[in-house]
């Protein structure tokens, strides 16, 4: 029997946003949504299997974990074991190279990394499919990081047919901008409740990113970069809006960041195509195309520091362990 697997995964950055769930049990989404995997920002998570009956063990960047991010892996676990006919706990050692909480969505990263070793240790099914419907049970978002490149995650109606798979897409670029790489206040699935319970506009939401979904999935098979850049920017635009409209107000993007969409929006006006998008943190990503990558990764480093990201590798095994 397999003792221990060590799995690499990267982040996604989406262009069709998924905010809000229809079912949080099984984490189904209220909406399907399209992402770029990155080829930066890692994280590498080994599974081993305890043979001393101990608890499960959360090591994150070297330190032990304990409260919420301990839990949800044991809870993450617990799926797994009950699939797996299995009793035997573990211990996680995870490496990351994502900010934490920075908005850079380390839970993606995370989950898929996990899903993929815990997946190889407790012998359960590897094909693409079963890792991105079991990552998504972690964090929705992470059924996205388990798939090369671009992904399209399908909404589903059940834990069988919510799951992310790739497209083909023209060739992209993103700048991440880190106007700030602190910590959120409120986290993404907190004001995903908080956004179904008290916003007006949440329906609105739900509906025009079923639409802009479809769109944008056209401007993908069309390779229409610039179509895709001004749907990734009213979407995210619109997934802040709504964010916004709950009570108690939630607010990601601080004046730096609206800083960084204006100067994105004068790059335009200059005749350098990039486009805007943010995910439930202050940083801002440019979206354009590989050959004006550094031009615009110039333009913006004044606003903080810039990181010109490609698209990446799904989760899979690696050789090398976390010590
Ligand atoms: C703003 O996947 O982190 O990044 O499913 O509750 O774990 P949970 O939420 P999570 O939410 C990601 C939200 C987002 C948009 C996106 O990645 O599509």
């Known amino acids: 029997m397999t003792i221990d697997a060590t799995a690499r995964a990267h982040p996604n950055m989406a262009l069709v946003k998924y905010w809000g769930k229809r079912d949080e049990q099984i984490m189904l989404p209220s909406t399907g949504s399209l992402s770029m995997t990155l080829d930066e920002f890692p994280t590498t998570t080994t ?31 617990d799926l797994v074991r009950e699939r797996a006919g299995s009793e035997a706990r573990a211990v996680v050692r995870s490496r990351n190279e994502v900010p934490t909480g920075a908005g850079l969505a380390s839970s993606a990263s995370g989950f898929a990394a996990l899903a993929t070793a815990a997946s190889a240790v407790y012998e359960l099914p590897q094909d ?48 991440v901008v880190v106007v700030d ?50 749907l990734a920017e009213t979407n995210a635009l619109r997934m802040h809006a709504v964010i916004q409209s709950t009570v108690p ?8 960041s609206v800083g960084v969409f204006d100067a994105i929006e004068q790059l335009r006006a200059d005749g350098l195509q990039a486009w805007g998008t ?42 090398e362990r976390v010590a």
């Open 47 to 77: 599974v081993q299997l305890r043979e001393d009956h101990g608890p499960d063990v959360l090591e994150l960047n070297g330190a032990v974990a304990q409260g919420e991010p301990l839990r949800r892996v044991t809870r993450f676990l």
């Open 128 to 175: 693409t499919r079963s890792l991105s419907r079991l990552a998504r049970r972690g964090s929705g978002s992470a059924c996205r990081s388990i798939i090369d490149r671009m992904a399209v995650w399908h909404a589903g109606e059940d834990d069988a047919t919510s799951f992310a798979e790739q497209i083909e897409a023209p060739e992209l670029a993103m700048v």
């Open 181 to 230: 790489a602190g910590g959120k206040k409120v986290s993404s699935r907190e004001a995903m409740r908080l956004t179904a319970a008290t916003s007006p506009f949440a329906a609105a939401w739900r509906a025009s990113t079923a639409r802009t979904l479809e769109e944008m999935l056209a401007a993908c098979r069309e390779g229409d970069v610039e179509r895709i850049g001004e």
């Open 249 to 256: 107000s939630v607010r990601y993007l601080r004046g730096a």
């Open 278 to 319: 943010a995910d439930a943190g202050p940083n801002v990503v440019a979206i354009t195309r590989p050959a004006d990558a550094a031009a615009v990764a110039d333009a913006l480093a004044g606003h903080g520091e810039v990181r010109v990201v490609r698209p990446g590798p799904g989760a899979r095994l690696v050789d």
